[in-house]
Structure formats: C-alpha cells, structure tokens
T-cell receptor, first 116, second 115 residues
Framework: DGGITQSPKYLFRKEGQNVTLSCEQN?????MYWYRQDPGQGLRLIYY???????QKGDIAEGYSVSREKKESFPLTVTSAQKNPTAFYLC???????????????FGSGTRLTVV | AQSVTQLDSQVPVFEEAPVELRCNYS??????LFWYVQYPNQGLQLLLK??????LVKGINGFEAEFNKSQTSFHLRKPSVHISDTAEYFC?????????????FGTGTQLKVEL
C-alpha cells in the first residue's frame, strides 16, 4: 500500500542537540511539506518542497532545516537554534496538479518531539 | 490569498445528538474545499472534499458537508455522533489558480462527544 511514513513516533532531545525527523513517501508525489502542531494553534507550515533539490521556507522556518535529495524523502532537522522545539511534527505530501490541489494532502502519523 | 475560519475551537455534544462544525473561507478565485479529521497522536485523515457539482458532499464515517458559495461556507454535519467521533477536525481550502497547489488550513475544532 502506498503511504507516507514518519519516524520515529516519539523522540527525545537534550537541549543544544540537533535531531532529524524522517519522512518517506511511496506515493510518487512531487510535493512534500512539514508542519508543526502545538495545542490550540492548528498547523503551522515549516518548509515545503515541490521538486527535488528545491525547497521553500514556510511561516516558521527559523531553527529548522530540510533537504530534498530524493523525491521520496524529505527529512527535517530541528537545530539547537530552535528555542522551543517540543511539539508534534507532521509531514505531508501531494501531487502537483494544474488548476489547484484537487487531491489534497496525504499525512504521515506524526513525530512527537520532547526536549528533556 | 485564501483564508479559512473555523468559528468554534471546541464543540461538546452528547452521544447520538446531531453536530455541525462551522467553516468559512475567503478567496478571490474558485476553490476546492476539504475536511480532515485528526485522532489523538495521529496524522490527519481526509473526511471529504468538494471539487465541483453537487453542493452536498458525503464523506466517511457518516459525515457530510454543504458548500454554500454565497455564504462562503463549508459546514460539516453528522446527524448522530458516536463517542468514537471525538477528535479534532480541520477545514482546508485550495485555490484553483495562483495557489500553487498548497492548502490553507483552519485552526481546527475539537469535537468532544460525551455519554
């Protein structure tokens, strides 16, 4: 079955450490997205990519970095510059279609990051 | 640019009662509309979507939504909720032109079904 896989499901980070969250999809989607979710704040876009080797900042990119070396993979690194990284992180993917996103997004099951 | 407003952050309801979760959008161009559901510690799952045609859209788990262009609304309804419907619900919009295939999400409505 096609889908999008995030790992790990739970991640603990010490202050000052960088951590990388994995996101892999086998849906042959061109676009991939990273969102951060905090209680009561909905989904906030961190980065997105519509093609390999290219990505754009979202609304809250500071303290995060991404790469898109393969179509299937879009890892997110939470750097030590991110002052409040404890949150639920969601990865999503979608095809690129003319005339709007009629397919919507497919989401992974999320990674919960906690700073200890 | 598009925007989505979910008017209620929390909606409590008793089991077997009907429920309506409200969503209003703003856009200068035609749009596609979506409702997603998120259970605790999980990703978002597509409930239903409106692309064109009939304004009443039926989705999974007995949910339906009605597109109202004049009121720029896409409210989600279920005639009789179950305890398992307790979850967060997100409305989203995609512009047919100029949106770059990106979805704009509302801030979510937490539906709490009580016995």
């Amino acid at each position: 079955d096609g889908g999008i896989t995030q790992s790990p499901k739970y991640l603990f980070r010490k202050e000052g450490q960088n951590v990388t969250l994995s996101c892999e999809q086998n849906l042959n989607h061109d676009a991939m997205y990273w969102y951060r979710q905090d209680p009561g704040q909905g989904l906030r876009l961190i980065y997105y990519s519509q093609i390999v080797n290219d990505f754009q900042k979202g609304d809250i990119a500071e303290g995060y970095s991404v790469s898109r070396e393969k179509k299937e993979s879009f890892p997110l690194t939470v750097t030590s510059a991110q002052k409040n990284p404890t949150a639920f992180y969601l990865c999503a993917s979608s095809p690129i279609l003319t005339g709007g996103s009629s397919e919507g997004y497919t989401f992974g099951s999320g990674t919960r990051l906690t700073v200890v | 640019a598009q925007s989505v407003t979910q008017l209620d952050s929390q909606v409590p309801v008793f089991e077997e009662a009907p429920v309506e979760l409200r969503c209003n959008y703003s856009s200068s161009v035609s749009v596609y509309l979506f409702w997603y559901v998120q259970y605790p510690n999980q990703g978002l799952q597509l409930l239903l979507k409106y692309l064109s045609g009939s304004t009443l859209v039926k989705g999974i788990n007995g949910f339906e939504a009605e597109f109202n262009k004049s009121q720029t609304s896409f409210h989600l309804r279920k005639p009789s909720v179950h305890i398992s419907d307790t979850a967060e619900y997100f409305c989203a919009v995609s512009a047919l032109t100029g949106g770059g295939n990106k979805l704009t999400f509302g801030t979510g409505t937490q539906l709490k079904v009580e016995l």
